[in-house]
């Protein structure tokens, strides 16, 4: 459980970072808060010959709050989020799912970049961005692109991110006033990845009619996805116990959940119905 | 053994919670564990181990790894041979009943039967390299047939975990008495269960790990580890590396914690400790977790098949059953966990007629020896599970069925009819259970508990009251040592060949001498674990060290007491009846001033050449005690616990957790208190969360933290702790063992709490390990077996 031998870099730039990732030809990684590449390293699934540490480049640890939406930079780190004030009322969903990641150490060195990168099914963070439809800005030696959450995963602990390509920021879509939401999981400890977590937010009309539902699922699929016909379930419709049960019936029906050490398929589509309930409930 | 003085009824030190002396360093970061001892220019060790779970080794080519730079050598067992005095490891704690060939090798030479067992040393300068080096060892398998399952395991036709085995059945044997057949034959009503065990691993949190350190100027080698038992490491050192005893020297520092897990020594140890003398060089091997859960014995299943005949009014009138006990690949230390399954069943309660067929089976796994309970947890599940379902048998309250069935106080000291292994009779020496049950049963309010229950199942939530009892034989014999001395500085020094593992052991022995001596605990030094220091010891393990460490250090405080006040009668010219130890000092009692420090006494006892020494006394301020044991004292324990099932997710949720144990005395109630919370935690996780994991080709399938979950703070309730203080008669202090009788009600108090929050469902729960999944299933399967109905 050491690390392979390797080198280490620390640019001072983006270009810099770029330029060191093409120039390695797929031998380098990059380094954020470490949280789960140290492991990685460590257990010598991966044997990078260069980390490239992004924690010189300036500006990526910022977190901006404008009319259009939440902008996080990469290395905005978990405890970033917990403590920001403004975050509370500008995007209440996003603070409440960060109870649920990891420990305080890790909460201390985890960022929102290497999250995404990471790209973990059962990860709150993912999940979120899926769910609210964030906007994912990368950059690469052919310049910057912009890369919607929902099609950024292309399966467990993989991307679509290119060889050379930087996460520098995601936003978040303006958070509505009055804007219902719930954040659901289930996980064996508290801290650990979940089993099934359900991250959800809509609006409602002046008859309290549901508005453009958005369900996202954690944990309990191959990568975070939507869960349409839950939502269609409930779209344009006034919520009660009925149509929650409805709606829960509907979700766990329509995801594809893995069969693994910690639960059969069976039992994490119990939970998701459960979550979806729930957090219907807290909404 | 001459009589010993008890303590008296009314001590002044034993009793008071007091701050653990061992704290200081340990919160400054100054404790010094394995990996902290300096070791300047000292290599370091990594094994390559089996990847497979049964095999032959075909080809092992070396020259890559042994050309990588850094390394100073790579071993196979071939290597290690001219300096063993055997491949395979010496017994540890020998017994007659075993085969010579049922140790693990040193190193494996040509075939590997389990997953982790070592084959390849690789020894270099740092452990990096050696990580780096071991990569490039090549090794060719043949697969052989793997045996996963300790009950197809046993069935005559069964592949062999090993191709020397005729059998993998280990013991076959019976514990019994009475005629349990005849008593079944008439018994008005017979309950059966079958039950499936679990306990898993030890999971210090420091790994194990040895330092070994040849030293050409003294001709020592001077070897740490991290170990439950320095002497008995010692004794398997000398004996398998043929080392005269006068050249080895074996120190436990601190250690980071046993639990089961370093109560003996390893095929690593030993390994490391020869790359040491073959090389001339200080080598040190460090444990890292991924190697702990495969090379670090565990405790896995148990099946058992039990019943048990009663009368109409639920009284016991025999029980008998079958148990398949799985042992893995090998016999490290002797096989007493199945024994001590075997042979406690029957518990606190009276029980006229008893068998237990034992089967103890080797699988293609790593091999199984004590993790805290050592076996007495799955006794204790088995019994209090026919406990609950007679009572659902006959309509009859838990409580009372129980209160029908245990040994009463009056009836104390209680001998059944079994041996233990010392083949002393099993004696329950004092205790008073039906107290404990009531204290148990009014702290967690049983009386209000039915409209607690009412009142959540109205809000569609499901709670559930367990409870359980235990008793737990604690201080295992035959012997502890201990040596205290009064230093002319004024320190006291105590050496003792038990060990501390971070229990507060050096505290409890420290204040145990305090009682005697008169000095504050701050002035005592307890070294243990310690081969140069005391030439024999046991170690730390079953409970036992307060009642046999303590009772050595009483012992040899008291022989020291009576030897200050001989002495300072005679230089202060007064009666010793009339003297007093108090603040370092011998003193006129009631006369602060007029005394003699026992610093000046212990300066005098080292005597003056031509003078003879003062008062007639032997030389020096101090005793030498070997405290002998053979019968054991019981602990016993009664919990209750409330909890919560969601029916939705599986999961269980503790509400409130009352433990009532009694440890006889209580040295210090701090550190008992901790060790009952250490227990309990432990059988929390036992029950909800650990499960060491294996797939049918015996691939370990949990082996990080990730997988294997222990229980962490937040999954934790207050855990409210109530001591009840029946003094054992068989040791001088009247104490008991604390940190298993914590573990054993756990598990089966837990799982009767869920079963009775899953009554609405009639659901039974029969598994000593429970994940939300089974929960859940097993909701379903009562919700199948309804509808069928
Ligand atoms: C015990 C434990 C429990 C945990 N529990 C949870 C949990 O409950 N929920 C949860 O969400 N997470 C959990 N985590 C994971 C944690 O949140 C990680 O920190 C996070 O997933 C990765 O972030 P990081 O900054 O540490 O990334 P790193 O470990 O530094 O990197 C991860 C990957 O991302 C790549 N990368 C990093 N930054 C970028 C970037 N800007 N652009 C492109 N690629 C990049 C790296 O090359 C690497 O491949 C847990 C981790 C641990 C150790």
Redesign the pocket.
Same mark, same amino acid.
């Given at each position: 459980m050491k690390l392979p031998p390797l080198d280490y870099a620390l640019p001072r730039s983006l270009d810099e970072a770029i330029a060191l990732l093409s120039e390695s030809e797929g031998q380098a990684?990059?380094?954020? =808060?470490?949280?789960?590449?140290?492991?990685t390293l460590a257990f010598r699934l991966a044997t990078p010959a260069l980390l490239i540490d992004?924690a010189a480049i300036p500006g990526l640890d910022r977190i901006e709050i404008t009319a259009a939406g939440v902008r996080l930079g /990469?290395r905005v780190r978990?405890v970033d989020i917990e403590q920001s004030e403004p975050l509370r009322t500008a995007h209440p969903l996003l603070v409440a799912a960060m109870a649920?990641? /990891?420990?305080y150490q @890790?909460r201390n060195?985890?960022?929102v970049?290497?999250?995404l990168?990471?790209a973990?099914p059962a990860? $709150?963070?993912p999940g979120l961005c899926v769910t609210c439809d964030a906007i994912i800005e990368v950059i690469g030696p052919a310049g910057s692109r912009l890369i919607e959450a929902g099609a950024f995963f292309s399966g467990p602990l993989s991307t679509h991110?290119a060889e050379a $390509? @930087? @996460?520098t920021s995601i936003t978040l879509p303006a958070w509505p006033r009055g804007r219902r939401w719930g954040f659901q999981e289930f996980s064996r400890r508290r =801290?650990?990845?979940a089993l099934a977590g359900i991250a959800l937010h809509y609006d409602t009309d002046a008859a309290g009619r549901v508005l453009d539902p958005h369900i996202g699922v954690i944990g309990a699929c191959h990568s975070p996805h939507r869960l349409r016909a839950a939502e269609q379930a409930i779209s344009g419709q006034v919520l009660d116990d009925v149509l929650i049960e409805a709606c829960a019936q509907a979700g766990s029906a329509e995801v594809d959940p893995p069969t693994d050490l910690h639960g059969s398929a069976r039992y994490r589509r119990a939970l998701v119905h459960a979550m979806l309930s729930r957090a219907l409930q807290q909404a | 053994m001459k009589p010993v003085a008890n303590l008296s009824p009314e001590p002044r030190v034993v009793g008071k919670r007091a701050r653990r002396i061992e704290d200081p360093s340990l919160l400054r970061g100054q404790g010094r564990y394995v990996d902290d001892v300096p070791a300047e220019h000292a290599l370091e060790v990594a094994f390559v181990r089996s990847p497979l779970a049964h095999a032959l080794i075909t080809r092992v080519d070396l020259t890559a790894a042994r050309a990588h730079p850094g390394v100073a050598a790579v071993y196979t067992a071939a290597d290690l041979a001219p300096i063993l005095t055997h491949p395979r490891m010496p017994f540890g704690f020998p017994t007659d009943a075993l085969p010579r060939n049922t140790t693990p090798w040193v190193l494996a030479i040509d075939e590997v039967a389990h997953v982790g067992e070592p084959i390849v040393m690789v020894v270099a300068d740092t452990r990096a390299i050696a990580e780096d080096a071991a990569g490039l060892v090549e090794i060719d398998y043949e697969s052989l047939p793997v045996v996963s399952d300790p009950r197809t395991a046993l069935q005559p036709d069964s592949p062999r975990v090993r191709r020397e085995l005729s059998s993998n059945v280990l013991q076959h044997y019976h514990v019994n008495y009475g005629d349990v057949n005849a008593a079944f034959a008439s018994a008005p009503r017979v309950f059966t269960e079958h039950f499936w065990q679990h306990r898993g691993l030890a999971s210090s949190i420091e790994c194990r790990g040895l330092f070994a350190r040849p030293d050409p100027a003294t001709n020592v080698l001077t070897v740490w580890s991290s170990t439950q038992m320095s002497h008995e490491l010692f004794r398997i050192l000398s004996e398998a590396l043929a080392l005269d005893e006068n050249t080895l020297r074996v120190i436990a520092p601190e250690v980071g914690g046993g639990f089961g897990g370093k109560f003996m020594a390893y095929c690593d140890e030993v390994a490391t400790v020869a790359a040491a003398m073959l090389l001339g060089r200080p080598v040190k091997w460090v444990e890292d977790r991924r190697e702990h859960f495969v090379g670090t014995i565990h405790e896995r299943d148990q099946f058992w098949a039990l019943e048990a005949a009663v009368d109409a009014e639920g009284h016991l009138l025999g029980v008998r059953g079958r148990m398949v006990h799985d042992h893995g690949a090998y016999t490290p230390q002797a096989t007493n966990v199945a024994y001590n399954s075997a042979s406690s069943v029957t518990g606190p309660y009276m029980v006229p007629h008893y068998d237990l067929e034992v089967f103890v089976v080797h699988t293609n796994m790593t091999p199984v020896a004590p993790v805290r309970g050592a076996g007495y947890p799955q006794a204790a599940f088995a019994m209090e599970r026919m406990m609950d379902r007679i009572a659902q048998g006959l309509g009859l309250d838990r409580a009372e069925v129980r209160l029908r069935n245990l040994v009463p106080t009056a009836k104390m000291p209680y001998t059944k009819p079994l041996k233990n292994r010392a083949g002393a009779p099993v004696t329950l020496d004092s205790g008073d259970y039906a107290a404990c049950q009531d204290i148990a049963l009014k702290a967690i309010d049983r009386a209000g508990f039915a409209a607690r229950q009412a009142a959540a199942l109205a809000q569609g939530r499901y709670i559930g009251l367990g409870l359980a009892h235990c008793v737990k034989p604690t201080g295992r014999g035959p012997y502890e040592t201990a040596v205290v001395r009064v230093q002319p500085s004024g320190r006291v020094s105590i050496y003792t060949g038990a060990l501390a593992m971070g229990q507060g052991l050096k505290t409890t022995l420290a204040i145990v001498c305090a009682e005697q001596l008169g000095v504050d605990l701050d002035s005592i030094d307890v070294m243990a674990g310690d081969t140069s220091l005391n030439a024999l010891g046991m170690g730390g393990f079953a409970s036992r060290q307060t009642i046999m460490a303590g009772s050595a250090v009483h012992v040899a405080s008291l022989e020291v007491r009576e030897k200050a006040l001989k002495v300072a009668s005679h230089l202060l010219e007064a009666a010793a009846e009339d003297l007093e130890l108090r603040d370092g000092r011998v003193q006129i009692a009631g006369v602060p001033g007029k005394g003699i420090k026992l610093a000046e006494i212990a300066r005098k006892l080292r005597g003056s050449p031509g003078y003879s020494m003062p008062g007639g006394v032997s030389p020096g301020l101090e005793a030498d005690s070997m405290y002998q044991a053979d019968i054991q004292c019981y602990a016993n324990a009664c919990h209750a616990c409330e909890v919560e099932v969601d029916i939705h997710t599986g999961e269980t949720r503790i509400l409130r957790y009352i433990a009532v144990q009694d440890s006889g005395r209580l040295v210090n109630p701090a550190t008992a208190e901790g060790q009952v919370h250490g227990g309990i935690v432990h059988g929390i996780g036992n029950t909800l969360f650990e499960w060491m994991r294996f797939d049918e080709e015996g691939q370990p399938l949990t082996t990080t933290f990730?997988d294997y979950l222990l229980t962490t703070a937040t999954e934790l309730p207050m855990i409210e702790v109530i001591f009840h203080e029946s003094p054992s008669p068989l040791n001088p202090l009247g104490v008991k063992g604390i940190g298993e009788a914590a573990t054993l009600p756990v598990a089966p108090a837990l799982v009767s709490a869920i079963e009775d929050a899953l009554g609405p469902f009639g659901v039974k729960v029969n598994d000593a390990t429970l994940s939300p999944v089974s929960v859940l299933s097993l909701l379903r399967g009562a919700a199948q077996a309804a509808a069928q109905a």
């Open positions: 990684k990059l380094l954020a =808060g470490g949280q789960s590449l140290m492991p992004l /990469a978990w649920h990641v /990891a420990h @890790i060195r985890g960022t970049g290497g999250s990168a990471h973990d990860a $709150e963070w991110l $390509e @930087i @996460i =801290g650990d990845f | 990730a």
